[in-house]
T-cell receptor, first 112, second 120 residues
Framework: QKEVEQDPGPLSVPEGAIVSLNCTYS??????FMWYRQYSRKGPELLMY????GNKEDGRFTAQVDKSSKYISLFIRDSQPSDSATYLC????????????FGPGTRLSVLP | DVKVTQSSRYLVKRTGEKVFLECVQD?????MFWYRQDPGLGLRLIYF???????EKGDIPEGYSVSREKKERFSLILESASTNQTSMYLC???????????????????FGEGSRLTVL
C-alpha cells in the first residue's frame, strides 16, 4: 500500500462546477497537509496549507482534513478554466528530515 | 518573488554519460531538495540537504549523488545515466518546517520549473 493515495484522474468538469479532490494516507503521524497546483510544464506551487484536522478556506478553495479517517480533501467552488492543472496533495509528520510525502496528483480539466 | 532556477529545461543524454543538473535559489533557504516526477508515481525524493555540505538520502537515491558547496546551489549528478532515469527532475527549496503548529513556518516548498531528462 502506498503511503499516500490519490485518484490520478483525469477529471473533466464544466466551468462553474464544484470540484472535489481527495487523498488518503496510511501514516497516522502526518499532521502537516498541503495542496500544490502544477500547471503543464511548470513546477508545483503551494495552494493550501492545513495543520492537523479541520477546514481552511481561501477564496474559492477549501481544504479539509479528517485525521480520524486519514482523509484530506480540496474543494474548488465555481471552477474556472484557469483551474485546469494537476493537483498534488503532500503531507508531513514534521519530524527530522521534515520531508513531505506527495500523492501522485489528480489532473483536472475545467471545460468552458 | 522566490526564485528557484534549474539550469536546463530539456536534456537528451546517452546511456553511460555523466549528467549534471544544477539548481540555484535566491531566498537564503536552508533546505534544498531533488525530486523526480513520473506519471502515476508522483514526486519521489531523491536527496535533500539542510545545510551547506550536508546531504541526506531520500526515498530513491540509487544511481544519484548530490553536491552542496554553497547555500544557494544544489547539484544532482547521475554518474552513469541509464534509460530508467528518463524523467522530470524537480528542484525545490524551503525554510525549515517549525513544528509549532498552524502559525509556524510551513516549510512550503518552492519549486523550479523542472528539467526533463531523456536517456537514450
Amino acid at each position: 500500500q502506498k503511503e499516500v493515495e490519490q485518484d490520478p484522474g483525469p477529471l473533466s468538469v464544466p466551468e462553474g462546477a464544484i470540484v472535489s479532490l481527495n487523498c488518503t494516507y496510511s501514516n497516522s503521524a502526518f499532521q502537516y497537509f498541503m495542496w500544490y497546483r502544477q500547471y503543464s510544464r511548470k513546477g508545483p506551487e503551494l495552494l493550501m496549507y492545513t495543520y492537523s484536522s479541520g477546514n481552511k478556506e481561501d477564496g474559492r478553495f477549501t481544504a479539509q482534513v479528517d485525521k480520524s479517517s486519514k482523509y484530506i480533501s480540496l474543494f474548488i467552488r465555481d471552477s474556472q478554466p484557469s483551474d485546469s492543472a494537476t493537483y498534488l496533495c503532500a503531507m508531513s509528520a514534521g519530524n527530522y528530515g521534515q520531508n513531505f510525502v506527495f500523492g501522485p496528483g489528480t489532473r483536472l480539466s475545467v471545460l468552458p | 518573488d522566490v526564485k528557484v532556477t534549474q539550469s536546463s529545461r530539456y536534456l537528451v543524454k546517452r546511456t553511460g554519460e555523466k549528467v549534471f543538473l544544477e539548481c540555484v535559489q535566491d531566498m537564503d533557504h536552508e533546505n534544498m531538495f531533488w525530486y523526480r516526477q513520473d506519471p502515476g508515481l508522483g514526486l519521489r525524493l531523491i536527496y535533500f540537504s539542510y545545510d551547506v555540505k550536508m546531504k541526506e538520502k531520500g526515498d530513491i537515491p540509487e544511481g544519484y549523488s548530490v553536491s552542496r558547496e554553497k547555500k544557494e546551489r544544489f547539484s544532482l549528478i547521475l554518474e552513469s545515466a541509464s534509460t530508467n532515469q528518463t524523467s522530470m527532475y524537480l528542484c525545490a527549496s524551503s525554510f525549515p518546517l517549525l513544528t509549532t503548529g498552524d502559525l509556524a513556518n510551513t516549510g512550503e516548498l518552492f519549486f523550479g520549473e523542472g528539467s526533463r531528462l531523456t536517456v537514450l
